[in-house]
Nanobody
Framework: QAQLVESGGGSVQAGGSLILSCTAS????????MGWFRQAPGKEREYVAA????????FYDRSVKGRFTISRDNSKNTVYLQMNSLKPEDTAVYYC?????????????????WGQGTQVTVSS
């Protein structure tokens, strides 16, 4: 049984930065790809970023490319999302997700487990 716990959400002004963390348990973390998704009220959940099991390959939605960085520390079973130059349109609940495979396609598909989410609010 996989469990994902997100942290690091909060409120920030436009142009500011936040870093989100997701710590996993109940799975062999270093064998699975990981991703970040977000969902704003009344809108469909959207893909943000993904990283392969070893951390050597990363993928980003074009809306965040150049501003966000996904990384992982397999010794800590943790994946991070560093968010810089935040915009009001980045406001959403951010979810960590597990893909039960080591590799990713572009765009990434088929994530299997999800955390409960952490709220990010960006004010103008």
């Amino acid at each position: 049984q996989a469990q994902l716990v997100e942290s690091g959400g909060g409120s920030v002004q436009a142009g500011g930065s936040l870093i989100l963390s997701c710590t996993a348990s109940g799975l062999t973390f270093n064998t699975y790809a990981m991703g970040w998704f977000r969902q704003a009220p009344g809108k469909e959940r959207e893909y943000v970023a993904a990283i392969n099991a070893g951390g050597g390959s990363t993928f980003y939605d074009r809306s965040v490319k150049g501003r966000f960085t996904i990384s992982r520390d397999n010794s800590k079973n943790t994946v991070y999302l560093q968010m810089n130059s935040l915009k009001p349109e980045d406001t959403a609940v951010y979810y960590c997700a597990v893909r039960r495979r080591a590799v990713l396609s572009d765009p990434p598909t088929a994530f299997d487990y999800w955390g409960q989410g952490t709220q990010v609010t960006v004010s103008s």
